[in-house]
């Protein structure tokens, strides 16, 4: 054989980082699935799965096989955990109820009932046991597809009415009072520098505690104008985000980076562990709630009545959302900064702000008073309230101007419709000195120092308006010029306006009918500049041009306009023949006479001719 012959043959495919197919079925095949095994990242003490709780062998099996192929799909190591819980409850139910179960043809429609009613008798919450059945379900409906389980019923269906009603849950926002202590400066500097510095970031961002422990070492970009925005990976969504940052979290993210002499930090809150002494692990999650509760012990954080108060790290993300709701930051925004999945989850702080604005409103209307000085009445309890509420809104929509809104009670007519009026709004101007310190840079030469957004806006907003309700009924200290009445000049403009529109529709009537083309409201819009709608609001424009479009309808063959005769033409005209049919009759009466003429004189020469003949023949 040749030397190239006699070199070994490398195998053609080859598994490059990961496990051999054959470790991988063997993985698969356990009882309990690890996810660093699998290749998958999971969060410290949820990294397993737990199959050995599912008692049928068949429904083991079963689960299995539908995990690893989710999994495969892009579940979530997190959710996989959770519907193997929910399927351990069924199999639970399974041994307690039939424990004869062989295979899958048990589970029929009656069982299942049977399982809701048994799930409606535990303690488990309602989210819980809406959980445990939208799992069993979603695994019912795929088997049907992949024959893990053939002889399952094809009746075996959980409907979408057998889920319980699910709590709707209110914000669990941390009052400012209690905010006040947890961001005192004092405070913080008695927590290690590494767990300060994660605490801020959840105060400021909103981030969800998992992934706040789990950020990337450099996790700052900077946009166009020099603003520093995170850019991390969303475990629950399973998604990248980016969002912008304040000032006092840029400061934090930035200032837990690791020195030159340690080796480089997977995330900026890696803390030393006995398992690791160099901090090259993720903070975990578990760490953060012991030192977070120890931290709130130490500093005895209390609410206004004195008691002893506990906050978890979720409930900083709850405080965001409310605080940027209440700042009037629009709900879809929101929804990115927070990045929930659906509208629905950030539709629970717009309602908490309805009812924070409702409040400030129903205390607004209390100080409310008329010309004379005298307090109106509000009974924020009457049936009118909620009207009256709900008029204000659509004040605020149908009054918008460019600086706030009208603060004008709603009327039928305003003379002041256009961000061009001279109105005065519900806000009033600030000083030239604050509009200066508020404008932006225009050169734009630096990047602007990042500043703590929304972060100190109250989740109620009823001080805030009173401050600003007390603060605008106050008199400027600066003079200002009280503008006149200008209903005049907008009246006037408007009658030039419609003038123009009247004459401009009525030239193009004119023109089209002369070049002989179809009146419709569409040629005439085009030819006279002006809309549609305004012709058919226009009685008398609206009737002219459909008289004139039937009667253009029913002479469509005729000529057109211009090859018509006017009238004095068809006088002439008429003049014309007048005297050509007299002349006519004229000659046709000399025509007739000579005719008459010329009969009587043959009737006499053959009247002559007839004597003759008789008196010739009776002489012979």
Not at 117 to 123: G, K, V
Not at 349 to 356: F, I, K, N
Not at 382 to 408: F, M
Not at 578 to 598: G, I, P, S, T
Request: charged share 20%.
């Amino acid at each position: 054989m040749s030397g190239s012959a006699e070199r070994v043959r490398q195998p053609r495919f080859a598994v490059l980082d990961g496990l051999d197919p054959s470790e991988v079925d063997a993985e698969y095949a356990a009882d309990r699935w690890h996810a660093e095994r699998l290749g998958f990242d999971a969060l410290a003490g949820r990294d397993m799965l737990l199959f050995d709780r599912i008692v049928q062998l068949w429904l083991r099996d079963a689960a299995k096989a539908w995990c690893r192929w989710r999994l495969a799909t892009g579940l979530a190591w997190g959710s996989a955990n959770a519907f193997v819980l929910a399927l351990s409850r069924f199999s639970q139910f399974l041994a307690a109820c039939e424990p004869d179960a062989v295979n899958g043809a048990s589970i029929t429609r009656p069982l299942l009932e049977r399982y809701i009613s048994w799930l409606a008798t535990t303690r488990l919450a309602a989210n819980s046991r809406s959980l445990s059945l939208i799992a069993l379900r979603g695994f019912l409906e795929h088997n049907r597809r992949h024959r893990w389980l053939p002889e399952v019923p094809a009746t075996a269906i959980i409907f979408q009415d057998d889920l319980p009603i699910r709590d709707n849950p209110a914000p669990r926002w941390v009052s400012e009072f209690v905010m006040a202590q947890l961001e005192h400066d004092g405070h913080l500097a008695l927590l290690d520098p590494t767990t300060r510095h994660l605490i801020v970031v959840l105060m400021e961002t909103g981030l969800r505690a998992n992934d706040a422990c789990r950020l990337p070492f450099n996790p700052l970009l900077e946009d166009s104008a020099g603003w520093p925005c995170l850019r991390f990976h969303s475990r629950k969504v399973n998604n990248d985000q980016l969002v912008p940052l304040s000032g006092r979290a840029a400061v934090a993210i930035r200032a837990n980076k690791p020195s030159s002499r340690r080796p480089i930090q997977t995330v900026p809150g890696s803390s030393p562990t006995p398992a690791s002494a160099t901090g090259a692990r993720p903070f975990t999650y578990d760490k953060l709630h012991r030192r977070l509760s120890r931290w709130q012990k130490q500093i005895g954080l209390h609410d206004e009545s004195g008691r002893a108060v506990h906050v978890t790290a979720h409930q900083f993300r709850h405080t965001v959302g409310t605080r940027l709701i209440n700042a009037g930051v629009p709900q879809h925004v929101v929804q990115r900064v927070l990045g929930h999945a659906s509208p629905g989850m950030t539709a629970v702080y717009a309602q908490l702000h309805d009812t924070t604005i409702r409040a400030a409103f129903d205390a607004y209307q209390q100080l409310r008073v008329n010309l004379a000085g005298e307090v109106i009445a509000f009974d924020p309890n009457a049936p009118t309230a909620d009207a009256e509420w709900v008029k204000h809104n659509l004040s605020r929509i149908q009054a918008s101007l460019p600086n706030g809104y009208c603060g004008r009670p709603p009327q039928q007519d305003c003379p002041h419709p256009n961000a061009a009026s001279p109105a005065r709004t519900s806000r009033p101007p600030s000083s030239s000195s604050e509009s200066t310190a508020n404008r932006p840079s225009a050169t734009g030469s630096s990047s602007p120092s990042p500043t703590p957004t929304a972060s100190s806006a109250s989740p109620t907003t009823t001080d805030a308006s009173k401050t600003a309700s007390s603060a605008s009924s106050q008199p400027s200290k600066t003079s200002r010029t009280i503008v006149g009445d200008n209903t005049i000049h907008l009246l006037q403009a408007a009658a030039a306006r419609h003038h123009n529109a009247m004459v401009n529709a009525t030239n193009a009537i004119r023109e089209l009918d002369r070049a002989g083309q179809p009146i419709t409201f569409q040629a005439v819009a085009a030819a006279a500049g002006v809309s549609r709608s305004w012709l058919y609001r226009n009685p008398q424009m609206r009737a002219e041009i459909e008289e004139l479009r039937a009667s253009s309808a029913s002479s469509s063959t005729g000529p057109p306009s211009r090859e018509r005769a006017t009238r004095d033409s068809l006088r002439h005209q008429l003049e014309t023949l007048r005297l050509d049919v007299a002349e006519l009759r004229r000659e046709n009466k000399a025509l007739r006479e000579q005719l008459a003429r010329q009969l009587g004189e043959e009737r006499t020469s053959a009247t002559w001719r007839q004597r003759n003949d008789r008196t010739t023949t009776g002489s012979r």
